[in-house]
């Protein structure tokens, strides 16, 4: 194969919305540029993006796929992403190594939530981004409502390049106002009839035309003043104004295809070959100590490693761009992640499953190696003449999380690491061993993203695993002040053991201090802090401990035994086993003995005191609750809102903003459990929704009710 230089090399990714045919052009495209003799389809699970067999179950992309065509002399590389919110790490991955978004659109729904959320992103990483209207073949196809939505959404930024004669099962033929011709297929696609634009569509094709001349020339002072005098400007110059705007962001073309068909795929290539910015037309990526590196084929060797995979018929393999320098085959490169040397033994150019061997890959491109023995995803490698390293990729917090175990407990070990290896090949899979809740935890975007987890283990590792609800970390506190006493005594055989230990317990309030009097049972009990010491607990919240013992009845020396007992009980509550917090100890009075007392005697009274304590103190439960945010169309808010009712939210607020609502509350982790599966249903998979720790609140009275009824029937057999 070819070596392409940098400024013949254009990275793009194919986005948008689940189903809108990225898979399916990513298709045509690799026909028409000669790299598959047949156009394969996602019905008959032969298309080269989606090669992995869970992809062929699902009947979508999982994983984004790298491909490349050669187009004009020139390299396009793509990366065709799963549209499904739930592997939004893939997208984000793709944007950061690619300088272009095409966005496809599918005529029949216009703009979708899904196609927000990823502007949203593709605007955040200030890229450029292309709008590509497809399935104009189908039955439901709306070409004016599609327009319409992307306006209503991004205004006078959008710029049709394009229009289509007719839609529905009838397209055949579109406008195109940069080229000023009309372009026409016979039923099988592929290569276009150009013919001069009929005279009833011609006023239209002048209007959008001048559209189009006005945007490409307010981008280039130079253009402006050519446009002004001449009152037009030519191809090349549009093409130019048109790149410029294109990077600023301030122009959004659109184009019209039938992918399935493979028609206006060739004319979206030539202007991807065309106008398109080039890797070196685009900001420069920094390293991770802010210095910008170009993509300079002479400078040091620097790749970045955007992926690693195990994959069908290959094994191990890493995905990288090529920062800077050149890379070869027998180059040996020091990994500056992980501080590691690797020898790069084949070097590919990718086309989804197809891997065709390369001798080198310069500054700007993208292409894999397999068996690097310690590299891992957004590791860094260069040749040894700097240090540099790249970690631009930010991913998203967690939306879905389940416990997951072995089926059988002998398979423990090996899924332990079965699980790190995953999280490393994408890092939105995240495993959490809760030592407070006993479980492992994988959190992801979403029921479909970890059920890709599960299938992936149990069809590759063939480990059988088992999910369950996750337990939720709920916590104790108190609600009043309490008083107990309590005498640790043993007098069996040789030594004895002796501790007693009176305390008062009340809630920790942040800026209220110790009272100097309390009264229990009409008895006053004063306070004089000799020592007082305030410990930030792990799981949140605090543990204030006062030593207030007058006249030596217990040594200092046994202060921090007594304080030790405290905590064993604050690691597991006495009402459900949960972590305790924010609670103030006074430990007042007490007694020793002079040969029994010793440590352990006294974090035993200290224990049984507290635990006892916090019973008469007005116990309660405090639950996680989480900032939920959920965009949603206007026309399913209400099932939302119903939704969100059973789940004891608390809506915070509202805001309409094109068709669409946003729905700010506040909902406890207990009810969010199964959420993206009931918004999904709720709303036919068009909203989304993001969600964040906010704080800890008291459980409702019934629900405390039920927990304790738990508990104790979960622990019977302990007492
Ligand atoms: N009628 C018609 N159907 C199309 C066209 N392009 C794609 N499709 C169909 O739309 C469905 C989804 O296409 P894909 O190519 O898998 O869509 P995708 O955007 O890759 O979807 P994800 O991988 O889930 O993000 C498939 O059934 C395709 O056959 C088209 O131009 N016309
Ligand atoms: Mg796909």
């Known amino acids: 194969m070819r070596i392409y230089q940098t400024n013949e090399i254009k990275n793009i990714s194919l986005v948008g919305s689940s189903g809108s045919g990225k898979t399916t052009l990513a298709e045509s495209m690799l026909y028409e540029g000669g790299l598959v003799k047949r156009r394969g389809s996602v019905e008959a699970g032969n298309t080269v993006s989606d090669y992995f067999p869970v992809e062929h179950e699902y009947g979508y992309s999982v994983f984004p796929a790298v491909l490349h065509v050669e187009w004009l002399n020139k390299k396009l590389n793509f990366i065709d992403c799963p549209g499904s919110d739930d592997f939004v790490g893939g997208l984000i991955t793709s944007l950061s190594v690619t300088d272009t978004a095409l966005m496809l659109i599918n005529s029949q729904h216009g703009v979708e939530v899904g196609t927000q959320n990823q502007h949203r992103q593709i605007d955040k990483m200030g890229k450029p981004c292309i709008f590509v209207i497809n399935q104009l073949d189908h039955e439901k196809a709306d070409y004016e409502n599609s327009i319409e939505s992307l306006k209503e959404n991004y205004g006078g930024k959008i710029i049709p390049i394009q229009f289509p004669l007719s839609v529905g099962p009838s397209f055949n033929a579109l406008v195109d106002v940069l080229l000023m011709k009309m372009y026409q297929w016979k039923p099988e696609g592929g290569v276009p009839e150009i013919l001069p634009i009929p005279e009833e569509y011609m006023q239209k094709a002048k209007d959008m035309h001048n559209v189009l001349i006005e945007a490409a020339a307010e981008h280039d002072e130079g253009l402006m003043d050519k446009y002004f005098s001449e009152g037009s400007l030519n191809e090349d110059e549009m093409r130019l104004g048109i790149r410029k705007g294109l990077i600023t962001q301030d122009i959004l073309p659109v184009f019209c295809v039938c992918a399935g068909r493979d028609m206006g795929v060739r004319r979206l290539m030539e202007f991807l070959g065309n106008v398109v910015p080039f890797v070196s037309d685009m900001p420069y990526p920094q390293t991770t100590e802010g210095i910008k590196v170009a993509p300079d084929k002479n400078a040091p060797t620097n790749i970045y490693v955007f992926k690693t995979s195990v994959e069908p018929h290959i094994g191990e393999i890493s995905y990288f761009k090529v920062m800077s320098g050149t890379v070869k085959e027998s180059d040996d490169l020091f990994n500056t992640t992980r501080n590691s040397k690797e020898r ?82 994408d890092p939105t899979w995240t495993i959490e061993y809760s030592k407070e809740l006993k479980q492992t935890l994988v959190l992801g975007q979403g029921e479909f993203h970890l059920k890709t987890l599960k299938w992936r283990i149990e069809n590759n590792d063939k480990i059988p695993v088992s999910f369950s609800d996750p337990k939720i970390p709920y916590r104790e506190t108190i609600r009043k002040a309490a008083r107990a006493d309590y005498r640790h005594k043993k007098q069996s055989g040789g030594a004895g053991q002796f501790g007693e230990v009176h305390l008062i317990i009340e809630p920790l309030i942040e800026g209220e201090a110790a ?95 507290f635990s006892e304590a916090f019973k008469n103190a007005g116990p309660k439960i405090l639950e996680p609750v989480y900032d939920v945010e959920i965009t949603v169309p206007s026309a399913r808010m209400g099932d939302v809102i119903g939704d969100l009712q059973g789940r004891r939210a608390v809506i915070m607020g509202m805001e309409s903003e094109k068709n669409m609502e946003k729905i700010n509350a506040k909902v406890p ?51």
């Open 344 to 425: 790069i033994n084949q070097l590919f150019s990718v086309a989804g499953q197809t891997k065709e061997k390369v001798e080198e890959l310069v500054a700007g491109d993208i292409g894999a190696t397999v068996k690097l023995k310690n590299t891992r995803t957004a590791n860094t490698l260069n040749n040894g003449t700097s240090e540099q390293q790249f970690n631009f990729i930010q991913y998203p917090d967690w939306k879905y999380r389940r416990a997951i175990k072995a089926v059988n407990a002998s398979d423990d070990a090996k899924l332990g690491e079965i699980l790190n290896r995953m999280h490393e090949e």
């Open 515 to 609: 009272k100097d009097v309390y009264k229990f049972n009409g008895q006053e009990f004063k306070i004089s802090v000799r020592d007082k010491q305030i410990t930030p607990l792990e799981w949140g919240g605090k543990l204030e401990f006062i030593n207030s013992i007058v006249g030596g009845s217990i040594d200092a020396r046994f202060l921090p035994a007594i304080q030790k007992g405290i905590m064993d009980c604050m690691e597991q509550g006495p009402l459900t086993g949960s972590y305790a917090r924010d609670v103030r100890v006074i430990v007042y009075d007490g007694k020793m003995h002079p040969v029994d007392s010793n440590e352990i005697s006294f974090r035993l009274a200290g224990r049984h005191a």
């Open 669 to 719: 982790l207990k009810e969010m459990n199964n959420y993206s599966i009931a918004l999904s249903s709720n709303t036919g998979g068009r909203a989304s929704f993001n969600m964040k720790f906010s704080n800890y609140e008291l459980v409702p009275a019934e629900v405390q009710e039920t927990l304790l009824k738990d508990y104790a029937e979960t622990h019977k057999d302990e007492d």
